[in-house]
């Protein structure tokens, strides 16, 4: 059987650089290129890019809990630089190293750590061609959690079932060795549940929804902690050979929401319950939002009631809160005035360097709105950032840096002549928060319309 492999941590790299094997000592003829991947393991960082200082094709950016796609290239000693684009849309580089990629072989360069500060490691492994079968490494990001155990079943089997597979430390990088080989060592493509214990505990603090596992190749499983608006434990990330990560809550994870009413004149009675389930109704003035609520994920019923007008209502509006998520819930007035409600996920992604602002027309006069984000030394011609043609009752989102922002709607009518719906002061959008903006009617502007900012 395959002996399970370590992988020690690189980061004397920067002074003595690597000592891993050539090309000449690698014979594997399946895979002939080298290559390498870049994960993003760091829980306050911005969207980082990895390139090369030479070789244009070394090229690729992730955020938190995401991965670059695999990149092929010639082996061998190649020069490689880590940056982030500040709100200047200045390059500040965060790393510069020598990086051996040798052929055959997969590297993986994984940031961990406080970004103001970042630690770069590199992992390899030989890639083998597969059949009907793959391979699992796995490695910790969490950085105030020593380590892991790590369980895995067949799917459907309870944890008493598990089968320890190896417990897994920060910055440390393991292969796990399948407990039931046949013909080989490695897993057998299916279904499978992962679980998290502490060490030496049989208490366990996580356990994913089943994982098909379909892809004859080389699977690492990423524990890291969760971030954005709701961060309440860890989560399970599975990188493959490509820039989409598949992320994995915890199934007992509970989700949140918030509400805001933008009637400009009237409360509203609102409420959210699941199956049996009755919360206390909530009481919301005009143009306010409650603050995040907690709850177990479902499928909850929204009602809403005007408190001037009971005729003006909505009943069993279906809301899904997945495990993990964090759900806005918009409560506004369709083009017929009648009441109706708009909702969203809101961003898992730290809000510290990069800002995923979500903007909501809610003014029925207008489709297609446009929002500049417009920046002191900027006009709405040559504004960097902004969502186009957001429809009515429709959400869209951007990502930006933080930085202090004018905000401007304007609406295109047909003959090209740009209406102006509202424009605000310079604003901060610099908290690490999740920022909400609405497009709104409103009989206090001079326009008839108004820009909020919810925080």
Same mark, same amino acid.
């Given at each position: ?37 870049? *994960? ?312 510290? *360097? ?80 999740? *920022? ?20």
């Amino acid at each position: 059987m395959r002996s399970k492999v370590s992988f020690a941590l690189m980061g004397i790299v920067l002074a003595t650089g690597l000592t891993a094997c050539s090309s000449s000592d690698d014979g594997n003829q399946e895979f002939s290129s080298a290559y390498i991947q870049f *994960y993003n393991g760091s829980a306050n960082s911005a969207l980082t890019t990895m390139r090369g200082t030479e070789k244009s094709t070394i090229r690729g950016s992730s955020s938190y809990g995401d991965s670059t796609s695999l990149i092929g290239v010639d082996g061998g000693f190649t020069e490689i630089e880590f940056f982030r684009t500040d709100s200047d849309d200045q390059e500040v580089i965060l790393e510069t190293r020598d990086v051996d990629i040798p052929n055959g072989q997969k590297t993986l360069v994984v940031m961990t750590g406080d970004f103001a500060s970042p630690t770069f490691n590199e992992y390899r492994f030989t890639r083998e061609e597969l059949s009907d079968h793959f391979r699992l490494f796995a490695m910790s990001v969490v950085a105030d959690q020593s380590s892991y155990d790590l369980y895995m079943s067949e799917s459907g089997a309870p944890f008493e079932q598990a089968n320890l597979l190896a417990t897994v430390n920060y910055e440390g990088f393991e292969e796990m060795e399948y407990w039931a080989p046949d013909e080989v060592d490695d897993f057998n493509e299916g279904s499978y549940t992962i679980y998290l214990t502490e060490p030496g505990s049989t208490d366990v603090i996580f356990e994913s929804n089943t994982i098909t596992f379909q892809f004859a190749t080389e699977y690492v499983l990423i524990i890291r902690g969760s971030s954005g608006a709701l961060q309440s434990g860890v989560e399970v990330d599975l990188v493959l050979n490509s820039s989409t990560v598949s992320n994995y809550d915890d199934v007992d994870a509970s989700a949140q929401y918030r509400i805001y009413n933008s009637l400009d004149n009237d409360g509203i009675t609102v409420s959210l319950n699941g199956n049996g389930d009755t919360n206390p109704s909530v009481d919301l003035a005009a143009n306010s939002k409650t603050d995040f609520t907690e709850v177990q994920f479902g499928d909850y019923r929204l009602t809403a009631t005007s408190n001037s007008d009971a005729t003006l209502n909505f009943n069993n509006r279906l809301v899904t809160l997945s495990q993990g998520a964090s759900k806005a819930i918009l409560i506004y007035q369709n083009e017929n005035d009648a009441l109706t409600s708009l909702s969203f996920n809101e961003s898992t992604q730290p809000q510290v *360097y990069d800002k995923q602002v979500v903007a909501a027309n809610l003014v029925s006069d207008f489709t297609d709105v446009d929002l500049y984000f417009v920046r002191k030394d900027e006009t709405i011609e040559s504004a960097q950032y902004l969502i186009s043609s957001i429809d009515f009752g429709e959400s869209k989102t951007v990502t930006l840096p933080s930085d202090f922002y004018e905000l401007v709607a304007v609406f295109d009518d047909n003959e090209d002549t740009q209406v102006l719906l509202d424009r605000t002061v310079l604003l901060g959008l610099n908290e690490e928060i999740n *920022y909400i903006i609405t497009i709104e009617e409103s009989l206090d502007s001079p326009t008839g319309y108004k820009i909020s900012l919810l925080k």
